[in-house]
């Protein structure tokens, strides 16, 4: 099987290093290319046909929005995703509002990691380009999480759709015609459900099930 070539990006070669151990063993993933800026990055990704691409926030200055926007600018649609140390949850949302596909921090167990990438492969490449026992394995967790969504009520439902579209809690409770700790509450409550830990894990999961926003 054909393996997922990742693009690391990154100031620091010793994440390179801890990420190519990470996924020395893995069936699906090979981190193939390591980059301390971008003035090679559409060379580097044509040239190599790379996959997916790891990224920190900032890199001498080229901040993970500009690297999203060269990607836009030259039409390559692969998934980038943010490992950094720094932990911002504003900011990550932003990141991911933006077009990135996750945003992890590097204090991370190594299962949360390779989690978060195959969730990504599955839902970007799963034709084969996974083995079965792992499309299966997330095609469980799939399902999972659409009857977690399934189990909102129709106003917790309507919150979530607002909250994916950006909207901030003012702007849900003009919307929806209730106050803001009702919304507040509302948030919580919908956390709770879907079990995630963080308005970002919120965000991510809402842009793989929901389609329709409201």
């Known amino acids: 099987m054909k393996k997922l070539k990742i693009l ?52 001498n200055g080229i901040t993970a929005v500009d690297i999203l926007k060269t990607l836009k600018k030259n039409k390559i649609d692969i ?21 990135a596909s996750g945003f992890l ?14 969730e990504i492969a599955f839902s970007r490449y799963s034709s084969g380009e996974l083995n079965k026992f792992t499309r299966l394995k997330n095609r469980f967790n799939f399902d999972y999480n659409k009857e977690k969504i399934n189990s909102l009520s129709k106003r917790e439902l309507q919150v979530l759709k607002l909250f994916f579209r950006g909207k901030r809690n003012i702007e849900i409770s003009e919307k929806l015609n209730i106050n803001q700790k009702t919304v507040n509450t509302y948030i919580t409550r919908i956390m709770k459900k879907l079990e995630v830990n963080s308005k970002t894990d919120l965000f991510i999961l809402a842009r793989t099930h929901i389609k329709q926003p409201y």
């Open 79 to 99: 998934p980038l995703v943010i490992f950094t140390s720094i932990s911002n949850e504003s900011k990550s949302l932003k990141l991911l509002k933006t077009g």
């Open 8 to 59: 690391v990006i990154d100031c620091n070669p010793v994440i390179h290093i801890g990420l190519k151990s990470i996924f020395k063993n893995s069936v699906i993933f090979e981190v193939y290319s390591y980059l301390e800026d971008i003035d090679l990055l559409i060379d580097t990704i044509t040239e190599e046909k790379i996959d997916f691409i790891i990224s920190e926030v900032n890199i």
């Open 105 to 118: 921090t590097k204090n991370l167990k190594k299962r949360a990691i390779r989690s978060m990438l195959q």
